[in-house]
């Protein structure tokens, strides 16, 4: 196997607006760290080649999807199946608008970053690790739920021993940082990235794994919808937690030994699932216009904080929801992207939205605890994808969600088909 690697620096101007939470309608002011696109490229024995990007963004756009696969298959020949676009979900970086200098900017230096680590190819080994984090990401449903603490780690090294890539991966939403952050950031992915990059050498990226119901400290998501600020979501808690990961994650990387792999595969399909019921369009945006005018007056009244709290919120789901009435396709359904690369006893999952804690543990299970992980929001997203048992609880996510009550058991059920589909062909002494 041979493995190049490349990072180049996407971060916009500013003044962009900042993409994450609706409450936040000012532009940018500055720049607390930079963002990157992060490149891995993986050839095999026969020549097969695969991409891995991550991009320290909320997630990577359909626009500069469309405009990077493009200039890949162009540079390298790397064909869209076989090239994951991941955004790590911070929601301290920009919007890219369709059309905008912002979205070709990106697009471009994801093209750059591949054709880089194309060129950069050399015989690679590698291995796989599994470690355990506490004290960072907590289950912030109603009723509670399950936490994944696994932090999955991926040592590359060149023949020689020295460091190629570190990837590691773990399910928490990168919103250490509230709406009443400005300034561009990568969360405490990036504070990990960096302190491994500084203690190992060669390239680290990191993948955010199924994280739909966990965030840092459990902090209620209707609070952060209305602009609600938690004093614990600073820049101090996102460099604690990303030096806590760092740790756990140099610690697994320095027992592993890599060895040779040749067996290097890349797949992915789009699933049709069963969009959940909506009302009628212009009867939703009524209901929510009049929701949002009855929000104000509470407000402006001043009854109460616990009144203006639950008006605002209740406006806010009510224009949620006439959003996705207003958006929704006619004919009941949602194509979603599921993916996944196999890097020699490695396979990196990819779905297109934000999958809940429990539904990547059912895939993961299924197709490999110790050598498998999942990236949520690769290629883009389609939003959260809540289990069956939170649409009968309620709450954010499944009021958030487009999908149907099911579709999300579905889901992980097509992922786990895929790849054992895609890694049968898959030399013993790769797996």
């Known amino acids: 196997m041979k493995i190049g690697t490349a990072r180049v620096d996407i971060t916009p101007p500013l003044g962009c607006l900042?993409?994450?939470?609706?409450?936040?309608?000012?532009?940018?002011?500055?720049?607390?760290d930079p963002l990157h696109a992060r490149a891995i490229v993986a050839e095999g024995a026969d020549g097969s080649v695969v991409a891995l990007?991550?991009?320290?963004?909320?997630?990577?756009?359909?626009?500069?999807?469309?405009?990077?696969?493009a200039g890949v298959l162009r540079s390298t020949g790397i064909p869209r199946e076989r090239l994951q676009l991941v955004g790590t979900h911070t929601h301290s970086g920009p919007v890219a608008e369709p059309g905008s200098p912002?979205?070709?900017?990106?697009?471009?230096?994801?093209?750059?970053?591949?054709?880089?680590?194309?060129?950069?190819?050399?015989?690679?080994?590698?291995?796989?690790?599994?470690?355990k984090v506490t004290g960072i990401g907590a289950n912030r449903r109603p009723a509670g739920g399950p936490v994944d603490d696994r932090v999955t780690v991926v040592r590359i090294d060149d023949e020689a021993g020295q460091p190629i890539a570190t990837l590691v991966n773990y399910g928490c939403h990168p919103t250490t940082l509230g709406p009443n952050n400005t300034l561009y950031s990568a969360d405490y992915p990036g504070v990990l990235?960096?302190?491994?990059?500084?203690?190992?050498?060669?390239?680290v990226v990191f993948t955010t794994g199924p994280q739909g119901d966990?965030?840092?400290?459990?902090?209620?998501?209707?609070?952060?919808?209305?602009g609600i600020?938690?004093?614990?979501?600073?820049?101090?808690?996102?460099?604690?937690?990303?030096?806590?990961?760092?740790e756990i994650a140099l610690d697994v990387r320095n027992g592993l030994e890599p060895s040779a792999a040749e067996h290097v595969w890349g797949a992915a399909e789009v699933v049709m699932l069963a969009r959940k019921p909506l009302p009628e369009p212009a009867a939703a945006r009524r209901a929510a216009d009049l929701a949002i005018a009855a929000a104000a007056a509470v407000r402006d009244a001043d009854l109460s904080a616990d009144a203006t709290y639950h008006a605002?919120?209740?406006?806010?789901?009510?224009?949620?929801?006439?959003?996705?009435?207003?958006?929704?396709?006619?004919?009941?359904?949602?194509?979603?992207?599921?993916?996944?690369?196999?890097?020699?006893?490695?396979?990196?999952?990819?779905?297109?939205?934000?999958?809940f804690v429990?539904?990547?543990?059912?895939?993961?299970?299924?197709?490999?605890?110790?050598?498998?992980?999942?990236?949520?929001?690769?290629?883009?997203?389609?939003?959260?994808?809540?289990?069956?048992?939170?649409?009968?609880?309620?709450?954010?996510?499944?009021?958030?969600?487009?999908?149907?009550?099911?579709?999300?058991?579905?889901?992980?059920?097509?992922?786990?088909?895929?790849?054992?589909?895609?890694?049968?062909?898959?030399?013993?002494g790769d797996r």
């Open 18 to 32: 900042m993409a994450g939470f609706e409450s936040r309608t000012t532009g940018a002011t500055g720049i607390h």
């Open 53 to 69: 990007v991550v991009t320290e963004l909320l997630q990577v756009d359909q626009g500069v999807q469309d405009l990077a696969a």
């Open 102 to 131: 912002i979205e070709r900017m990106i697009a471009e230096r994801v093209v750059d970053a591949v054709a880089r680590a194309f060129a950069s190819r050399r015989e690679a080994r590698i291995a796989v690790g599994v470690g």
């Open 193 to 203: 990235c960096r302190e491994l990059e500084q203690a190992i050498g060669g390239l």
């Open 214 to 226: 966990v965030n840092p400290g459990g902090y209620s998501p209707e609070g952060s919808m209305v």
């Open 229 to 246: 600020v938690v004093p614990w979501r600073t820049f101090e808690s996102a460099e604690r937690y990303g030096h806590a990961l760092a």
């Open 312 to 355: 605002l919120v209740g406006a806010a789901y009510a224009d949620l929801v006439a959003g996705q009435a207003a958006a929704a396709g006619g004919d009941g359904s949602v194509g979603v992207r599921i993916s996944a690369l196999g890097f020699g006893p490695f396979v990196h999952v990819g779905v297109q939205g934000e999958l």
């Open 358 to 428: 429990a539904l990547g543990q059912r895939v993961r299970a299924a197709v490999g605890d110790e050598t498998t992980c999942i990236a949520a929001l690769c290629d883009g997203t389609v939003g959260y994808i809540p289990t069956a048992g939170a649409y009968a609880e309620g709450g954010y996510e499944p009021n958030a969600s487009v999908l149907r009550s099911g579709e999300g058991e579905k889901l992980a059920e097509e992922m786990i088909a895929m790849v054992q589909r895609a890694s049968a062909p898959t030399a013993a």
